[in-house]
């Protein structure tokens, strides 16, 4: 079983061993397309909608989620608020990152 934990200023892997009931940690720095993404959330947004701010980033559109982290990436709500900015994200490719500016939903193709 392993659990990942990303930080601002790096990824944090929590590793469960079971023979010995315990749980080791290993850290490493951001990638690069991590810092792109931070540098281009500093950008001002292309669009707000009710629950988004919309940016362009190098990894795609970026939808960063205004409320706190809800349990699981909200999806299918950003697809339905970017129709709201004439934009269909319903067939694009999807991940989720933890930045500086909150929860930041990536669509691309």
Not at 1 to 11: A, D, E, N, P, S
């Amino acid at each position: 079983m392993v659990y990942v934990l990303l930080k601002i200023t790096q990824q944090v892997f929590l590793i469960r061993n079971p023979k010995y009931k315990m749980t080791t940690t290993t850290t490493r720095p951001k990638s690069n397309s991590n810092n792109l993404l931070e540098e281009a959330l500093n950008q001002p947004p292309i669009g707000e909608t009710a629950n988004f701010a919309w940016n362009a980033t190098p990894l795609g559109i970026a939808a960063i989620y205004k409320g706190s982290s809800p349990a699981k990436p909200p999806y299918e709500q950003a697809i339905k608020e970017g129709e709201e900015l004439a934009m269909d994200l319903s067939r694009e490719e999807k991940e989720f990152h933890l930045t500086q500016k909150g929860l930041a939903l990536i669509f691309y193709s």
